[in-house]
């Protein structure tokens, strides 16, 4: 018998004895007590035996010699910019939901299920845990042991090279695949909870982030239908991510542009009426001493008097990020800062971009499109000139169609970043269809004509700085001949 049914067992006759000599206590009060304590050890119990029936099922597996490195070196090197864990987890769950939604176009049953895309953040201030729960893709058990520990991608191979060279910058998770692991920058434990269409079960990948993880069937059931669950035990520093305030703050700055609703876990204290029999029981607890009144002034006192109240705790769900596209938005009601805050939330570069054009196309074909120019070149630019995938989003009516489509503009702009949204092109067609299709050349040629017409400003003001500081050190010049004269002038006198 488990250690928590012994306790119950124990301290429930302890309790109906001290009910017993309670002699204003209520019999639903009692009840309440059971209540509470039973649900307090059972809750206790079957926490463990779902961690236990996991173990008994679960498979265990190496993380493969790179993604152990890659991790020591987050964990490690990043940990100033931890805050960063939260944008990254973030931006995987939009990603994850952006393919539910390409995946409905192809099969409008895809979704049935769970109609629903959006990103919750909860919280457990008593586990000391934090969640992230997004309705996307989700991932089967081989995506699980593929993507999260034993197959090295491209990515976790250049991010460890560009960290070599460029030392810790936060801002390269994201750019490389691999910011799933800012997660172990602030728990000791990640679980991950994932369903996925194409799988029957749900499963659990779990790790403590050392030379192992462990992966099986998830023994609540399907608890999710479809999407991923993420489960961070945080470190002892790390209780702050328990703050709703804080999780708030940390949402907005880096994710209000994100194209789901994130919702996130608040807590309101409310008033409610105490009912009658709680009510009986306060008076109870009060001095029993009778003072005759006049009835006229007693029935007085009941009219003025009013029901008592009792403060609860409650717990809602509140979105975050409340801003509507930035592209169908007026130009005018748009600041610099916006435009920056959208670029970090689609490029996931945060250290801005070097220039921007957002424009409307109008006539026969209509489209709406944000450009970005990135302060930096892609990293390895050149040598993956020919695998390298266009940055450009393609919407049709406010739907992603394509987050990496080549046809848009051509390979030597690829390292542009952007959202092309047009109600002209069809919504359900295949991207070979689109390949082909008529509208799509003429945006594409609009496109290149805005980069283009963009690059040419830069240089013209790069020109005139280069005037400018041209001035200056003449200027410069002239005042250090001046200043070398008159050192001259004083050299002629002796001291």
């Known amino acids: 018998m488990r250690f928590s049914r012994l306790i119950a067992i124990l301290f429930f006759p302890l309790l109906a004895v001290i009910a017993e000599e309670q002699a204003g206590t209520s019999s639903k009060s009692i009840l309440a007590t059971f209540s509470l304590v039973h649900l307090i050890f059972t809750s206790v119990d079957s926490a463990a035996e779902l961690s236990a029936e996991y173990e008994e099922h679960a498979e265990k597996h190496e993380f493969q010699a790179e993604v152990s490195r890659l991790m020591d070196i987050i964990i490690n090197s990043l940990y100033t910019h931890k805050e960063v864990f939260l944008r990254e987890l973030i931006s995987n769950a ?33 586990a000391n845990t934090l969640t992230i729960i997004d309705s996307g893709i989700g991932m089967t058990k081989a995506d699980l042991i593929n993507n999260l520990g034993t197959v090295a991608k491209s990515g976790t191979s250049n991010f460890l090279e560009a960290m070599a060279e460029g030392g810790s910058d ?20 990640v679980s991950v909870a994932s369903k996925n269409n194409d799988d029957p079960e749900q499963h659990i990948w779990e790790s403590s982030a050392d030379a192992s993880f462990s992966v099986g069937p998830d023994p609540r059931g399907d608890t999710l239908g479809r999407g991923t669950e993420i489960t961070l035990h945080l470190k002892e520093d ?77 717990y809602d769900y509140e979105q975050v990020n409340t801003q509507k596209a930035l592209w169908l938005r007026d130009k005018d009601e748009i600041s610099d800062e916006d435009y920056e805050q959208f670029y970090m939330a689609i490029a996931k570069d945060h250290m801005g971009p070097l220039a921007y054009t957002h ?52 390979r030597y702009l690829n390292f542009i970043t952007g959202v092309v949204d047009s109600d002209d092109l069809p919504l359900n067609v295949s991207r070979e269809q689109l390949q082909q299709n008529k509208i799509l050349k003429v945006i594409s040629k609009k496109l290149v004509r805005k980069v283009l017409e963009m690059i040419k400003k830069l240089a013209l003001e790069d020109e005139k700085l280069k005037a400018e500081q041209a001035k200056v050190s003449d200027e410069e010049e002239e005042e250090d001949k001046s200043s070398k004269d008159k050192e001259t002038d004083w050299d002629k006198f002796y001291s």
Do not use: C
Request: charged residues 40%.
């Open 238 to 314: 790390a209780h702050e991510y328990l703050e709703e305030s804080r999780l708030k703050d940390l949402a907005t700055k880096y994710s209000q542009f994100v194209p789901y609703p994130i919702s996130l876990k608040t807590k309101k204290e409310v008033e409610s009426d105490i009912d009658e029999e709680e009510s009986d029981e306060e008076a109870d607890k009060e001095d029993t001493d009778v003072e005759v009144k006049d009835e006229y002034e007693v029935e007085d006192e009941d009219e003025e008097k009013e029901k008592p109240k009792k403060k609860e705790t409650v």
């Open 359 to 410: 424009f409307s196309a109008e006539g026969a074909i209509e489209f709406k499109a944000i450009l970005f120019i990135p302060k930096k070149a892609p990293y390895n630019f050149m040598e993956n000139y020919w695998e390298k995938k266009s940055e450009i989003k393609l919407y049709v009516r406010r739907v992603l169609v394509a987050d990496k489509f080549d046809e848009l503009l051509p």
């Open 170 to 189: 936060a801002n390269l998770i994201g750019q490389f695949g691999v910011g799933f692991y800012s997660a172990f920058l602030v728990a000791d434990k």
């Open 94 to 126: 939009a990603d994850a939901l952006e393919k539910a939604r390409y995946n409905s176009l192809q099969d409008p049953e895809y979704l049935k299920e769970k109609p629903e895309l959006g990103i919750k953040i909860d919280y457990d201030d008593n």
